[in-house]
């Protein structure tokens, strides 16, 4: 039973995996372009225009994406263990 629980684990992490390698090497990027972007904006409240909020929220909109996408992909890997939350293996 440990075994086919093990290689169910394997063809998660095998799914997931690369999934989340993609994640980790946009995300920084993203947070960074973010935070200097909402540093400029507010820096400077007297540009405050319509265009500029919106591009700020689109931004922070396709931050909060690639959270929920790790969020779904770990909640996958989780799905395929026995395991307890939390519990050390």
């Known amino acids: 039973m440990?075994?086919?629980t093990r290689?169910?684990?394997?063809?998660?992490?095998r799914f997931v995996l690369p999934?989340?390698?993609t994640e980790v090497k946009?995300?920084?990027g993203q947070t960074a372009t973010f935070i200097d972007a909402?540093?400029?904006?507010?820096a400077n409240q007297e540009d405050v225009?319509?265009?500029r909020v919106y591009n700020l929220r689109e931004m922070a909109k396709n931050l909060r994406m690639s959270y929920e996408r790790i969020d779904n992909l770990l909640s996958r890997l989780d799905t395929?263990?026995?395991d307890e939350?939390?519990?050390e293996q």
């Open 7 to 13: 290689q169910s684990d394997n063809q998660a992490a």
């Open 80 to 82: 395929f263990t026995n």
């Open 26 to 28: 946009h995300l920084p």
């Open 85 to 87: 939350p939390g519990a």
């Open 2 to 4: 440990i075994d086919k």
């Open 38 to 42: 909402l540093a400029a904006f507010v």
């Open 19 to 21: 999934h989340l390698e």
């Open 49 to 51: 225009t319509s265009l």
